[in-house]
């Protein structure tokens, strides 16, 4: 049964604001896959930080396009489902990727992030860096580490001036008591 219009703008709506609140989206061919599955794919890319849709390639064309981003058109050729990364795009990839391998079914067509094209390798590559909250740490950790070592450069520097002025008051004491 086709769509109403209605039900095509509101689509396109959605996919929009979903697009909006994207960092990148991976899309797939999820033909074969059962309801069962569908749902269990579902729930991991929302356990990722994504959501997960089938989509009508027309009216996900229009709403690439309205929103902005590259269209990439041999992408939404065939059954197509996108995973839209609402969070951390890494998570997301590895989550697709990993059904992907368990089911046997969903291939990876590619993708968009920051409006550059992604291949399917390019998605694996994504896929592999570590987590946003990861990757925060290791650059504070890259920020402190010149901090403390200053700190400790500076320290020493003061335990060696404690030192000294500490002999010297041992050598003026023992001065003063020897007659």
């Known amino acids: 049964m086709p769509f109403t219009r209605a039900e095509k703008d509101q689509m396109i709506a959605r996919y929009r604001e979903l697009l909006a609140r994207s960092q990148a989206v991976i899309l797939a061919d999820y033909q074969g896959l059962d309801a069962m599955s569908m749902y269990r794919l579902r729930q991991k890319i929302r356990k990722s930080g994504g959501v997960f849709h089938v989509t009508k390639n027309t009216l996900l064309r229009i709403a690439l396009q309205q929103a902005g981003w590259t269209v990439p058109e041999d992408l939404l050729q065939g059954p197509t489902a996108a995973a839209f990364c609402l969070e951390d795009p890494p998570v997301v990839a590895k989550a697709l990727l990993e059904f992907a391998e368990e089911s046997k079914i969903l291939k990876v067509k590619g993708g968009l992030l920051d409006g550059r094209r992604l291949r399917p390798e390019d998605v694996k590559a ?3 860096l570590p987590p946003r909250p990861v990757v925060l740490g290791q650059v504070l950790g890259a920020i402190q580490a010149p901090a403390a070592q200053l700190a ?12 000294v002025l500490q002999a010297r008051a041992d050598q003026l004491k023992e001065a003063s008591q020897t007659p």
């Open 126 to 128: 994504l896929s592999e």
């Open 152 to 163: 400790g450069v500076l320290t020493a520097v003061l335990q060696q001036v404690v030192g």
